[in-house]
């Protein structure tokens, strides 16, 4: 969109669009004063205008915008974007810059303004159909497809060329720990801007296992190649974590309270940001056990895809397995900024849970199962989550060992949770706990999946888990993951997604914004009712 500027050298001159009146009044000393406009056909939540002059100009000033970069002096171009807190507009308003300077030189002067379309230019990839599927109630196929684009859309510094996530940008690039080491990569923790290491590591160990259990499903969605992806995004950045040698650890960049302090994007917030690393005299073993486990499920997965990279995290793993074996304590005692976020309640579940791991890992060295024996727990499971791995424990300690006792526990966390044992919502969604109940439900569902797999109640199991994953999918009356269906969230707390695209500012505004985020998170699963 353009509109039209018009000049006399020394005159003041409002600027209107071209299809409309030019109104001229007197001026002097070769300065001016003028208006920009543009009539809003859709709502904007940032903006950027692009102003040309036919001579040079300085001294340039706005009203209610900002000028990006220096306005002092002469130059023929000018980039003008929305002061904080000023760049939401509706549709049919008329959006105005106004706009005063100094013809450099005198003379006449004619200018044109565009104002950028912010839209991110984002597609939502075709769904994908897998034969014989056509009969399922809904597109598993496009929800795992969508999910993977969640976690794209959840990476930490320099993105590559094939990046689908139109709306992100390289960000975090002066992540590093406190001897210079690289930490960029990773994914942010949720809505925030956060790298908290144990709830990744867990994120990529439960993705990893999906992969390994149910390959078949992934290769028949042609999603393979993209969970490959996905996951060495994060395992790459484990690898930079870990120094043998020093036998330190980190495990988390950013200060949470820092983070949840402010509201902008990754690519827009402040780079100086800390590292927190766990260390012999400073345990976490907790979080130290769910990296040794992504790590060896990943050396798992990249087996036959890459051989070389399985073999580095394989190594990796047993390092940090060994360490976190010989160092026992809760890391948020020994990281405090983590402790108001992801306070770990038990670590014998991780201990057990990074065994187990690495016992399959290691193609059964008993060194591992032995450690495992020790550290596990015979009890029903509250949940399965970044903090209690007891339902993942039942479940690969019974693949290993088909023990009846270890059965009787996955049949016991099944039935705690269902009913009377259990509340559920009205349309038969298991209710744990308030806060983000939905991440409880699936993840139990996926427990559920496994469990069936493993020939634990197949058909009674897998209907459990099927009522749980149609519940967010759409039972409920509508789409609880982004993207999918016909009537999904479009407002999800999350940072990245609500801020409008560079250079537009972002604040707390895009935070209060009542209207669509302006980025479709595709494939986020919001908490849930």
Not at 283 to 305: I, Q, R, Y
Request: hydrophobic share 35%; glycine share 10%.
């Amino acid at each position: 969109m353009k509109s039209l500027l018009l000049w006399t050298g020394m005159v003041v001159v409002t600027m209107v669009m071209a299809e409309q009146t030019t109104k001229m009044t007197g001026g002097g000393s070769g300065s001016f004063n003028g208006q920009f406009c543009f009539h809003l056909e859709n709502d904007v939540n940032g903006y950027e205008v692009k102003l040309h002059f036919s001579h040079p100009v300085s001294g340039a000033r706005v009203i209610e915008s900002q000028i990006v970069g220096d306005s002092s002096s002469c130059s023929d171009t000018y980039l003008v974007i929305n002061k904080p807190y000023q760049g939401k507009k509706t549709a049919g308003q008329d959006l105005c810059i106004r706009f005063s300077g100094q013809v450099c030189g005198g003379g006449t002067v004619t200018g044109t303004g565009t104002l950028v379309d912010m839209d991110d230019g984002e597609v939502k990839p075709r769904a994908p159909h897998v034969s014989g599927a056509q009969s399922m109630k809904y597109n598993y196929a496009e929800v795992m497809q969508l999910s993977l684009m969640f976690y794209e859309a959840q990476r930490s510094g320099k993105l590559p060329a094939d990046n689908r996530i139109p709306w992100r940008g390289d960000s975090g690039m002066q992540d590093k720990g406190a001897g210079g080491e690289d930490l960029t990569g990773g994914w942010y923790d949720a809505g925030d801007n956060v790298k908290f290491n144990f709830p990744m590591a867990f994120s990529t160990t439960i993705m990893c296992y999906s992969g390994l259990e149910f390959a078949e499903a992934w290769q028949k969605s042609g999603q393979m190649d993209q969970l490959y992806s996905q996951l060495r995004w994060p395992l790459e950045y484990f690898l930079k974590c870990w120094n043998n040698a020093d036998q330190e650890l980190y495990v988390q960049v950013g200060s949470g309270g820092a983070d949840h302090g402010s509201w902008t994007s990754p690519e827009r917030m402040d780079p100086d940001r800390p590292a927190y690393k766990i260390t012999a005299s400073k345990p976490g073993s907790d979080v130290a056990m769910e990296t040794a486990a992504a790590m060896a499920c990943g050396s798992l997965l990249f087996k036959t895809k890459d051989a070389h990279f399985s073999s580095a995290l394989l190594t990796n793993a047993k390092q940090i397995y060994s360490f976190a074996k010989a160092h026992q304590g809760f890391y948020s005692t020994s990281v405090s900024d983590a402790a108001a976020y992801y306070r770990s309640q038990n670590y014998t579940d991780e201990n057990n849970w990074g065994a187990l791991w690495m016992y399959w890992a290691t193609n059964h060295q008993q060194q591992y199962m032995d450690d495992a024996n020790v550290r596990y727990i015979h009890e029903p499971a509250w949940g399965f989550s970044w903090d209690e791995k007891i339902a993942g424990n039942h479940l690969l300690m019974y693949k290993f060992t088909q023990d009846n006792a270890v059965k009787a526990d996955i049949e016991s966390t099944m039935t705690l949770w269902s009913k009377p044992a259990m509340s559920y919502s009205p349309k038969c969604m298991a209710f744990r706990l308030e806060w983000g109940p939905l991440r409880y439900s699936a993840n139990t569902a996926f427990f559920a999946l496994v469990a069936a797999k493993y020939g634990l109640h197949d058909a009674s199991y897998r209907q459990w888990a099927m009522c749980q994953i149609n519940y967010a999918l759409g039972d409920a009356g509508h789409s609880y993951v982004i993207g999918f269906g016909k009537n999904y969230p479009v407002r999800p707390h999350h940072r990245a997604s609500s801020c409008p695209m560079l250079p537009a500012p972002c604040g707390w505004e895009a935070q209060q914004n009542p209207g669509p985020n302006p980025h479709v998170l595709y494939g986020a699963l919001v908490g849930g009712p």
